[in-house]
């Protein structure tokens, strides 16, 4: 943005606009709901915008960022590596939810159709994308996003704009964030597969018990109807687990935060 346009929003303090706009833009990348591929990248643009100019009247005088490019690009990079990593805090075990169903979807066989018909890939709405937006709503419901939001105003408090250190901390905190999807996904997803792990250890003794009786074409209709019955029935036992995550965000994203303060 050029200076007019800046004093025209009555931002006065060029390097702290840029400065925050990297932070907030790292925070859009990961943040949920705002990073969904189908969103138009300008209206998420506009937010993120939009979200700057909110946050500038709180933030701090910066010193003016550096002429030396390698510098600048290193305040830039930890700027929205912290962005980043507060994102993340709260969109891992919502990505882990969501691939817990795509595992159960495959388990269950309702994956085959798009790996063996002619269906485009997206075209049809899975079990992981069900689970998905159950989780998002159970998110948005218990306010997990203003959480976020709450989090990112605060970091410019804690972490003043340009002080992000790019350092071994805030790459090992982002790097626990993105293992937590796995985590989250096996507990997400653990009571279908056991379910589903024992219906195809009982069709293969009764295979083998009873050999005229075409396991294969039972297996199908079986494993699809416990797959379901199973997650509906640990649909319950999924929001305590979200309502557990949200009310943690709190706690996870000060240790975020706190991992990109500069040293005393």
Not at 114 to 132: D, F, N, W
């Amino acid at each position: 943005m050029t200076p007019q346009l800046l004093q025209l929003f009555g931002i006065g303090d060029g390097p702290a606009f840029v400065l925050v706009s990297a932070r907030v833009a790292g925070f859009f990348l990961a943040v949920p709901l705002w990073s969904t591929i189908g969103l138009p990248k300008s209206i998420r643009s506009a937010a993120a915008v939009l979200l700057t100019v909110i946050l500038i009247p709180a933030v701090t005088p910066v010193a003016p960022i550096p002429d030396d490019m390698v510098a600048m690009s290193l305040i830039l990079a930890g700027e929205t590596l912290m962005g980043l990593a507060i994102g993340l805090t709260g969109a891992m075990f919502l990505h882990g939810i969501t691939v817990a169903g795509e595992v159960a979807s495959l388990q269950m066989g309702l994956s085959l159709g798009q790996a063996i018909g002619a269906v485009p890939e997206g075209s049809t709405v899975g079990v992981g994308q069900l689970k998905g937006y159950f989780a998002s709503l159970i998110y948005l419901s218990l306010g997990g996003h203003l959480t976020l939001y709450s989090a990112l105003a605060a970091s410019f408090t804690a972490v003043p704009p340009g002080k992000a250190v790019l350092g071994i901390d805030g790459a090992r905190m982002v790097a626990e964030l993105a293992g937590t999807v796995f985590s989250s996904g096996v507990r997400a997803a653990a009571p279908i597969m056991v379910a589903l792990l024992l219906a195809n250890v009982a069709l293969a003794i009764l295979g083998k018990a009873v050999p005229q009786l075409n396991v294969m074409m039972m297996a199908f209709p079986v494993t699809i109807s416990l797959g379901l019955i199973a997650f509906g029935a640990t649909l319950p036992f999924l929001a305590a687990y979200i309502g557990g995550q949200v009310d943690a965000l709190p706690e996870l994203l000060g240790r975020t935060i706190s991992a990109f303060q500069p040293a005393q």
